[in-house]
């Protein structure tokens, strides 16, 4: 798990975590032409702001105010309230760990800019505007080959979790009968720093309204609660 182990009595109880917001232009040939899905500017499905600015001022990383049946949890993040709810009896005012928290600190990187290869991307008309599709595997090897090692030279490194964010973008597996993935989380052994483990978030902010209630922040919300608990991929 990520953060402090709260079941344990803690001098330092809250863990804050740096982590970097990288906007992926994602351009996918149309036919004669091509589709530029870009996180970093609004488009016709809202008019509130650019998927990153709108990310940035969500609860994912601004606080906001909890209280579930009638047990007050205090203003935090999204992500923090629902770990401290699961760890209630031991960061409830009286418990072991009152202040535990895990807390992300972020900082948007500039936006990189691809071209879904040929075969690996497609367009379809959504429920409003277009949807890209891109092949994952695809995706994830340009994240892991290029982006990543990119980032570590840029100064990044495993201490960051690092969260890539698509707008009207989602995913496929091998073929678009396997779709659709809107968000997942990964971790890999950075060789830039001797091997230590690198985390990271992948997540459609969408507006297409092709997946029902699962709109703008929820998937990148349900990635960063699972990555908290399971961020190696491998806790049952």
């Known amino acids: 798990m990520v953060g402090e182990n709260p079941m344990v009595q803690q001098a330092t109880q809250t863990t804050t975590i740096p982590t970097v917001i ?3 232009v994602i351009t ?3 036919g ?18 650019s998927a990153l600015s709108l990310l940035q001022a969500s609860p994912v990383f601004m606080n906001s105010t909890y209280t579930v049946g009638g047990t007050s949890f205090g203003s935090t993040q999204y992500h923090d309230f629902f770990q401290r709810a699961n760890f209630w009896q031991y960061t409830n005012p009286s418990g072991t760990n009152p202040n535990y928290h895990i807390l992300l600190s972020e900082s948007a990187n500039a936006a990189i800019k691809v071209t879904a290869p040929s075969g690996s991307g497609q367009v379809v008309t959504a429920t409003c505007g277009q949807l890209g599709l891109v092949d994952v595997n695809w995706l994830d090897s340009w994240l892991n080959g290029t982006v990543l ?3 570590s030279s840029a100064g990044v490194t495993p201490a960051n979790f690092v969260v890539f964010l698509l ?3 989602a995913m496929y597996e091998g073929t678009t009968s396997n779709c659709c993935i ?4 990964s971790a890999l052994s950075n060789s830039a720093f001797g091997g230590a483990t690198e ?9 297409s309204r092709d997946f029902g209630t699962s709109q703008d922040t929820a998937a990148l919300s349900h990635e960063i609660r699972e990555w ?3 961020p190696l991929g491998n806790n049952p």
């Open 28 to 30: 996918i040939p149309n």
């Open 228 to 230: 908290m608990d399971d």
């Open 22 to 24: 990288v906007p992926l």
């Open 182 to 185: 809107i968000g997942y989380h």
């Open 32 to 49: 004669t032409s091509s589709v530029v899905f870009d996180p970093t500017v609004s488009n016709a499905c809202t008019s509130a702001g």
């Open 199 to 207: 985390t990271y978030a992948v997540g459609d902010f969408d507006t």
């Open 167 to 169: 707008n009207n973008v």
């Open 149 to 151: 090692p990119a980032l």
